[in-house]
């Protein structure tokens, strides 16, 4: 698939101008898993957008990883949108998960695109609501869900953004997401798994009750 047929398919409602544009001027790049597409301390150069795959955004502070949200095909970051109008350095990171397809667009013509194509402009507004409701989301599960519920809710979203029931995921990675130690995440694993939610298999968890 070429790179007009990619953009046209996961970016339908921009139009054959601004694909056109986008064609001229931004950078289409695969990213193999767990590489950094933005790394918490740098400048942004580019505003990316997630073509195919997934990507994980996260903050870290004091050694500590908090996952924030999953980004999906056809969207982009929150935090990136804010970048677009200041040079301080980004305050949190973004790395595929599984191989990923990004396109990168210049901040600069992000800028301009976001005045002169309404598709464009849409597309911001309704990922930054998208994601504020995340972030809502994430919050309210930290103040008010016990780690238990968290962790289901965790494993439910990870098997809906990677389209499978089957995880290849670590007990460490989970514990590195949800901001806690792998002992205890392996421990609130098994009391799910005896609850008959996930079995586990060769280092990979099955939900066998899902919302998907």
């Known amino acids: 698939m070429n790179n ?14 601004l694909i056109s544009e986008i064609e001229n001027f931004g950078i289409i790049k695969e990213f193999p898993n767990n590489d950094f597409i933005v790394k918490q301390g740098q400048l942004i150069r580019y505003l990316p957008i997630v073509l195919e795959g997934n990507v994980k955004a996260y903050s870290e502070e004091d050694g500590m990883q ?3 949200y999953f980004i999906r095909q056809g969207s982009s970051c929150i935090f990136s949108f804010v970048h677009l109008f ?3 350095p980004i305050d949190f990171s ?24 309404p598709s464009f402009n849409n597309l911001i507004i309704n990922e930054f ?15 008010c869900y016990k780690l238990e519920e968290r962790l289901w809710s965790y494993l439910q979203t990870k098997a809906k953004v990677s389209n499978t ?27 799910i798994e005896l609850d008959k939610k996930v079995v ?7 939900l066998l ?3 998907f």
């Open 4 to 17: 007009t047929n990619i953009l046209e398919k996961c970016l339908p409602d921009f139009g054959k101008e």
């Open 129 to 143: 609501q998208k994601h504020y409701n995340d972030l809502l989301h994430t919050t309210k599960q930290i103040v």
């Open 86 to 88: 200041n040079q301080n």
């Open 165 to 191: 029931h089957e995880l290849a995921i670590s007990h460490q990675s989970i514990a590195d997401d949800l901001g806690t130690t792998r002992e205890v995440i392996s421990r609130l694993i098994k009391k």
């Open 66 to 68: 908090f996952l924030l």
């Open 209 to 211: 009750i899902s919302d």
């Open 200 to 206: 586990q298999n060769h280092r990979k968890i099955k």
């Open 94 to 117: 973004a790395i595929s998960e599984g191989k990923s397809t990004i396109l990168l667009i210049p901040i600069d013509k992000a800028k301009e695109w976001l005045i002169r194509y």
